[in-house]
């Protein structure tokens, strides 16, 4: 395959995967292709959408690549999907999230100590939810379960690894746009960058 249909190939396949996805699942797609090539077609594709100020970026996430909107457009497409967020975390769910992202792994009653209040219901939807998994016990009496965030964590927030997490108080901002009935916006690579520059997310 030529290399101009190549890369035409990785778009495609980025652009149609519903989740992330990773150099060694289009590696399989293509056959041949080793995964330098993989690697180096999808910077150029990365460089072209952001030197030509598209409105769609091939962002990194969750060990592998999608296809995102700029953040720079947010405010448009929240107008065009304000009704459609029906599945939003509550407040109690963000801040335990947010507990167990930055302190995994942990147990509920170490989650209920930091929170000071009951945490079952909470736990049980972020799990439901899968952002949350049990990954072990811990080596104490009982052996209580400890829980750790997955790869849907990731995904729903637009992170390539833990290392991406925003500050803790982030999360309380992202409470207060759900109470004020805004949708979550996953965490583009700009506002990373952005984040790393300046300390905070712009």
Do not use: W
Request: one cysteine or more.
């Amino acid at each position: 395959m030529e290399e101009d249909n190549l890369k035409s190939a990785v778009e495609a396949l980025i652009f149609a995967s519903e989740k992330p996805i990773t150099a060694e699942q289009i590696k399989k797609v293509l056959g041949d292709l080793d995964s330098f090539s993989i690697n180096k077609i999808i910077t150029e594709l990365k460089n072209e959408y952001e030197a030509q100020n598209r409105g769609i970026r091939v962002v990194e996430i969750a060990g592998g690549f999608q296809m995102t909107t700029c953040s720079n457009f947010a405010p448009f497409l929240k107008k065009l999907f304000k009704n459609r967020y029906s599945d939003k975390l509550s407040r109690p769910a963000l801040e335990s999230l947010a507990i167990i992202a930055y302190k995994q792994p942990l147990t509920k009653a170490e989650i209920e100590s930091l929170r000071n209040v009951n945490v079952d219901g909470v736990i049980k939807s972020l799990v439901d939810k899968n952002l949350i998994r049990i990954c072990g016990r811990k080596k104490i009496p009982g052996r209580p379960f400890v829980y750790g965030t997955t790869r849907e964590f990731l995904e729903h927030f637009g992170l390539k690894s833990l290392q991406d997490l925003p500050k803790m108080e982030d999360f309380t901002v992202l409470a207060q746009q759900q109470e004020a009935g805004e949708a979550i916006e996953p965490i583009s690579q700009t506002d990373l960058e952005a984040k790393n520059e300046s300390g905070q997310i712009a």
